[in-house]
């Protein structure tokens, strides 16, 4: 699902912000990416995103070399993930079931499709009550499984999510993480860029910590050994 491989990023100012990054993802994973702020999560993301590209090294996601990977495919490649942003970002003025619909309608999916899908994945994120509301009249935790149904409405086979609790109260925090956790059990890989240690500790995952630009830390192997 992700190769990483010799990935180095250093921007125009001087910074390094990754440095020689080697890690896979396997299909049906749950990972969390870990680190503290200036680590290199945004980076790491923004790579997985294609909004940057790396320095030297090449990444694979989805059967995507992104190193090579043309303008004009950037937007199938983004079609083939789902991403989940720490600020929701829904439209202020669309009600819930919009939000949602509007991925698919921009893509051309029928209404009949439309009509099928939205439903189902509202409800799998809890919200089967709320599809007339609005984003101003849900709490930050409702806003958020709002934004993680966005993501999942075209069914994509690997979920990105990026600090998905940074904005929410920390006892929601957990409902998110055990939403995703169902969501992965249905076969979605997941990868969580978080810098919440103690959340993450509360979860039997694989752990990729991140410092200082380099991958100090991977409990993958530890985790196949417990199996």
């Known amino acids: 699902m992700i190769e990483f491989s010799n990935v180095s990023k250093t921007y125009e100012n001087g ?45 694979y996601i989805n059967d995507f070399k992104l190193n090579k990977l043309k303008h004009r495919q950037i937007p199938n490649f983004r079609r083939s993930l789902g991403v989940v942003f720490q600020d929701f970002r829904l439209i202020p003025g669309m009600t819930v079931y919009d939000n949602v619909a509007f991925v698919l309608r921009v893509t051309q999916v029928s209404g009949k499709d439309i009509r099928k899908r939205v439903p189902y994945v509202l409800d799998l ?79 039997n995952r694989r752990v990729v910590t991140i410092d200082n630009g380099s991958i100090v830390a991977d409990n993958r192997r530890r985790l196949q050994y417990a199996r």
């Not at 910074?15 to 896979?24: I, Q």
């Not at 870990?34 to 923004?46: D, E, F, H, Q, R």
């Not at 609005?134 to 709002?146: A, D, F, I, K, T």
């Not at 994509?156 to 956790?181: F, K, W």
């Open 15 to 59: 910074t390094v912000a990754l440095r020689n990054v080697n890690f896979k993802v396997e299909k049906g994973e749950f990972v969390f990416i870990v680190g503290a702020s200036g680590a290199g999560k945004s980076t790491l993301t923004k790579l997985m995103l294609k909004e940057e590209d790396p320095t030297s090294g090449e990444i």
């Open 125 to 203: 994120v809890g919200l089967q009550n709320k599809l007339r509301e609005y984003p101003e009249h849900l709490s930050g935790g409702e806003q958020q499984r709002v934004a993680l149904a966005r993501a999942l409405v075209h069914n994509p086979s690997l979920l990105i999510a990026d600090e998905p609790t940074g904005n929410i109260d920390p006892e929601l925090s957990y409902e998110i993480v055990d939403l995703l956790n169902e969501i992965n059990k249905m076969g979605t890989t997941i990868v969580m860029v978080t810098h919440e240690h103690d959340l993450v500790s509360k979860f």
